[in-house]
């Protein structure tokens, strides 16, 4: 019996390698003791690949021998094909992929500049454009050793074959790729997906002084599928206004740093002089350079530092290499003490010792004379090293647990010496017993650590509120597996265009950034469980946020849009309020969790998106928890009108007055519940198929088990064997057993996919401020907000009729055309390994035609947030006559969300076939272990 069953539904990148063919290896399955390197593909000790990577990796080497002999502004450069993913084995897959088409230039002035009213691609008009090409080029080329040179604009009109690049581009699994967190795009950006030879073209019209009316957008839009550089000196790195603009200062426009002191000529000449990587810098501390770069040479960021963080950074700059090399590594590390024995980086030095003493002369590392905090001294002594120094103090327990050994020593330093009652407490003896078996200790300066935390920050702002890592202060946004793949991810063309200064003052963004690291603290208790440590940090914030609620700053951050909005202390304080009540919820303190959501839902400035499960969760405290019916029947009607309950969250609220108004001990309210504007959904089908359930062993789904026929299918005169099937994957071979020949499970990434596919011109539009504000991003701010839909309006309008009247050949060539462009670039909707080829896509959307994906996009543009969850598990097509069905899927004891009952009835409406398909067991009780 094999464990995977190799006809398992959900699409899959084509390098997954195959399961074991035991089934022991299935519920024993340990993480390989070697990885493949993502460079050379080395098999690599896992505790080592870090140290490889640094040190032994021929290809990482190699590659940046040839980028350092790269030309700065290189020509065409050969698209790679990205390696698509896999749909479901059971199902055909279509070799006949058509070539990718040569990238072409877009025409200007148009609102669809992908799309024409007749089906064409709207990518050359023939007519010369005067434009300044700025090359921005690709990550690894702004790392490379040549990255000195100044690149010159070019203008297109002399300089054709400079536009004849390759596009590419990819997507992240979950959820969103923020900005260039450096963090999130390690998980999410997979290193198969980039070609590291692409490169990005950043377009603008050279006569515009100002921005463009969003009103007048279709006179104003251009969208360049090209690319180029993102090597440019300036351009990429200070995420300033990409058009020419009258006032620098107000569009985020980097100015030159004066020497006006010793501090700004240090940091001139770190920032502007020679390249970071002429020293054969290891690729972290290239990243790292980069990053001070980016945001030190604008000044909009520049000016939230004040001359002594300003000092801090040069100070950076003075050191060795070995020194910027060795703080890198400490910073990306955890706040904590170093035993210097344990710290080995060959790539810096044999002999640590004289560039850790170059940090601690500079204030940038602390000495183990500043240890003198004795629960710190401890967590730094391993497991023997502590039970040696309880058998010492005579401990109850030497071989206690950790922590039972901290509080029993802690206890233990609080007395006083019986003899000498005056002297220090017994903790003085146990600090220099336990400073003795640590030997020579460091710290990062929280100092130092804080300016360049704030940096990063500002680096990855729009990461900042959804990094749900610990404490990390920022800096474990820096992650290996990250700064490897940072090289090969190319971003879509767009215009950077930053109107907007987000803080008004160094104060503000500091709060901000205390803020934010509190929020990835309390995130952090939640996830561990340890819901006593999220109160403390609960109660905690909202001392603070109370007294910084009537903050002059406040007034500010209330005028912006919602999506610069999240980027304020209030929304972050807001969200910690939120997480909040979870903790309360757990500890079981219903009337304060309700008073917190009181509290919430009184005030309309921050989160608004949230306001749907305030109010859902407020009904749920008051009906279940605090049996007030009255209150109850009260939050239903209040959160029904509330504009901002969407989705899932309002027919949750209809669906428990519905049981109110049903229920016997709700009668003295029944004439009350009588006039609440409930929401009603209609059913669909439902079908019911059986499968043989494996036994269960701790696994948190369902697992099925049913004959494996593709043996057969590929004419192998072989038994059929037993696999291991999800409920997804039994249901998948149901429906191929129906005539259906191709499937996917790709849930709400089949219909996003498509979205993005069609409609990717206008989420990269320009005339947008403020969408756009840094080089590095994978969707404009706004996508996930109501702004997304009300500033493009005109545009998604006309791009919504245009699909609803579309036929079949004009879908195959706008997905073709938009495909062959953009393949691979990273961008929050796609996922190009959701189709295992172009015809795949082209099939799939033939067959759901133009009035229904018009349907579907209608709903996504206007409310992406709410609704990109809750889409069905399956689709389901028939090639031959193009029949499709929408399935969602539901194992044993599973029942459906409110998002995918409403999802349901809104496909059904659009014409779609629908299905619930329940999977149920036969002999389940029989299949269950002893």
């Known amino acids: ?7 398992w539904a ?3 990148t084509s390098s997954s390698t195959p399961s074991s063919s035991s089934i022991r ?3 024993n399955n340990v993480p390989p003791a070697k990885i493949p390197c993502p460079l050379c593909e080395t098999l690599v000790s896992r505790y080592r690949i870090n140290q490889h990577l640094d040190e032994s990796c021929l290809k990482n080497q190699i590659n940046d021998v040839e980028e350092s002999n790269s030309p700065p502004n290189a020509g065409t450069i050969p698209s790679t094909e990205v390696e698509a993913g896999v749909s479901s084995p059971y199902f055909a897959k279509d070799t006949s992929t058509p070539e990718k088409n040569q990238s072409k230039s877009v025409a200007g002035g148009e609102t669809s500049p992908y799309f024409k009213k007749h089906g064409g691609l709207a990518l050359d008009d023939g007519q010369p454009k005067t434009q300044v090409v700025k090359i921005l080029g690709r990550l690894s080329s702004k790392l490379s050793r040549k990255h000195g040179v100044p ?6 009109s002399t300089t054709p074959d400079t536009c004849d690049l390759a596009l590419n581009d990819e997507q992240p699994k979950v959820q969103v790729v923020k900005t260039i967190s450096l963090g999130h795009l390690s998980t999410k950006l997979s290193r198969k997906h980039f070609s590291s030879g692409q490169q990005v073209l950043f377009f603008e019209k050279k006569s515009h002084n100002q921005m463009p009316n969003v009103s007048s957008m279709e006179d104003e839009m251009e969208i360049l599928p090209m690319e180029g550089h993102i090597n440019s000196e300036n351009e990429a790195r200070d995420g300033s206004c990409s058009k020419a603009i009258e006032n620098p200062r107000d569009d985020g426009c980097s100015r030159p740093l004066e020497d006006s002191s010793p501090t700004q000529s240090v940091l001139k000449s770190g920032l502007n002089g020679p390249d970071p990587d002429a020293g054969g810098h290891p690729y972290y501390l290239r990243i790292f350079l980069m990053v001070l770069q980016t945001v030190l040479e604008n000044e909009d960021d520049r000016r939230l530092f004040d001359e002594q963080d300003l000092e801090t950074v040069a100070k950076f700059y ?8 060795l703080y890198v590594r400490l910073f990306q590390r955890k706040l904590s003490w170093i035993r210097t024995n344990t710290m080995e980086y060959a790539e810096i030095s044999q002999d640590l010792s004289l560039v850790t003493k170059e940090l601690v002369e500079a204030g940038f590392l602390q000495g183990d004379s500043e240890l003198q905090d004795l629960s710190e001294a401890l967590d730094s002594l391993y497991g023997p090293e502590r039970k040696s120094l309880a058998k010492a103090f005579h401990l109850r327990n030497p071989n206690a647990p950790k922590q039972q050994l901290l509080e029993e020593f802690l206890r233990l330093a609080k007395q006083r010496s019986f003899f000498s009652p005056n002297q220090a407490a017994v903790g003085g003896a146990i600090l220099k017993r336990a400073k003795e078996l640590a030997g020579t200790c460091v710290r990062v300066c929280k100092g130092p650590r804080g300016v360049f935390s704030r940096v990063l920050l500002l680096f990855s702002l729009s990461d900042a509120t959804e990094d749900e890592e610990a404490g990390s202060g920022g800096q474990g946004q820096l992650s290996t597996i990250l700064l490897v793949n940072m090289r090969r991810i190319v971003f879509p063309s767009y215009t950077v265009c930053r109107k907007t200064q987000i803080f008004q003052d160094r104060d503000d963004f500091i709060r901000y950034s205390s803020a934010v690291y509190l929020s990835n603290d ?3 208790a939640l996830a561990l469980r340890n819901w006593k440590e999220g109160f403390n940090l609960y109660t905690g914030a909202k001392v603070v946020w109370k007294e910084l609620e009537n903050h002059p700053s406040l007034r500010h951050h209330a005028t912006l849009p919602e999506y610069l909005r999240r980027f304020t202390v209030g929304w972050v304080y807001t969200r910690i309020l939120s997480h909040g009540v979870e903790i309360l919820q757990r500890l079981r303190m219903y009337e304060e969790a309700v008073a917190q959501l009181q509290e919430l839902l009184a005030q309309q400035v921050y989160c608004m998106d949230s306001r749907g499960r305030w109010w859902d969760r407020l009904a749920l405290n008051l009906h279940q928890h605090l049996k007030d019916p009255e209150k109850t029947i009260e939050c239903i009607r209040n959160g029904l009108q509330d504009p901002f309950v969407r989705t899932g969250h309002r027919l949750s609220l209809s669906q428990r007055g519905q049981k109110m108004r049903e229920s016997p001990s709700c009668k003295a309210f029944r004439s009350i519940l009588q006039d609440l504007p409930l929401l009603q959904v209609e059913d669909v089908a439902h079908v019911t198929i059986k499968g043989k359930l494996c036994p269960q062993t701790g696994i948190g789904r369902s697992v099925f088990l049913m004959e494996d026929f593709q043996m057969e299918d590929r004419g192998e005169d072989l038994e059929p064997s037993t696999v291991m099937c999800s409920v997804e994957e039994l249901a998948l071979a149901h429906y191929k057993q129906e005539g259906f020949d191709q499937g996917i499970h790709g849930e709400g990434s089949t219909f996003t996919t498509l979205f993005g596919l069609l409609m990717w011109d206008i989420i990269f539009m320009d005339g947008i401020p403020d969408v756009f504000r840094n080089p590095f991003q994978a969707f404009p701010l706004d996508l996930y907000t109501d702004s997304f839909y009300e500033n493009r309006r005109e545009a998604l309008e006309s791009r919504l009729e245009l699909l609803r009247e579309a036929s079949a050949k004009t879908l ?7 495909w062959s462009a953009q393949e691979g670039k990273a961008s929050a909707l796609l996922g190009w390994e959701r189709f295992s080829s172009l015809h795949q896509a082209q099939s799939l959307a033939c067959c759901f035609g133009g009035p229904f994906l018009s349907g579907v996009f209608r709903r996504l543009s206007k409310d992406l947030r709410h609704s990109r969850g ?13 029949q499709y069905k929408v399935v969602e899927v539901k194992g044993p004891n599973d029942r459906l969300s409110h998002k995918q009952m409403l999802w349901l009835a809104e496909l059904q409406e659009l014409g779609a076939a629908v299905e619930v398909c329940h999977v149920v067991a036969e002999g389940a009780k029989s299949l269950h272990l002893n």
Do not use: K, N, Y
């Open 522 to 524: 309390v995130s952090t």
């Open 1 to 7: 019996m094999r464990c995977l069953c190799p006809g």
């Open 318 to 325: 003075r050191f060795t290499a070995g020194g910027q090399m």
């Open 10 to 12: 959900r699409a899959e």
């Open 812 to 818: 195959r060539s706008w997905i073709e055309d938009v």
């Open 151 to 156: 690149s010159s604009a070019i203008d297109v």
């Open 870 to 882: 809750g889409l069905p598990d399956l689709v389901v097509w028939r090639t031959e006559d193009g």
């Open 25 to 27: 290896s299935f519920f």
